[in-house]
C-alpha cells in the first residue's frame, strides 16, 4: 500500500499540469504492480538511508519511504 503526501505547491502544480499528472497515475499504478516494490523504469537512487529512496520519473523526483 502506498500512501501520498505532498505540500499545497505541490498540489497547485499538479492542478496547472493535468498531463503530468496522467503521466504520474500511470507510473504509480506500475509500481503497485511490481513484485518488488521498486519502480520497473526510471532512475532510482537508493543512496539515501535503508527505508527511503528517490524516484525520478517524467523529469520529476519523488522520495518514496519503504514500509511495511
Known sequence: MYRFAWSNE???YLR???????QL???????RKSAT???PYGVVDEGISA?????????????IRKGV
Not at 496547472?16 to 496522467?22: K, M, Q, T, Y
Not at 497515475?25 to 509500481?31: N, Q
Not at 527505508?51 to 522520495?63: E, F, G, K, P, S
Open 10 to 12: 505541490v498540489l497547485n
Open 25 to 31: 497515475e500511470l507510473a504509480f499504478a506500475d509500481l
Open 16 to 22: 496547472d499540469n493535468e498531463g503530468l499528472v496522467n
Open 37 to 39: 516494490g521498486m519502480p
Open 51 to 63: 527505508d527511503r529512496y528517490i524516484w525520478r520519473i517524467h523529469n520529476h523526483a519523488i522520495l
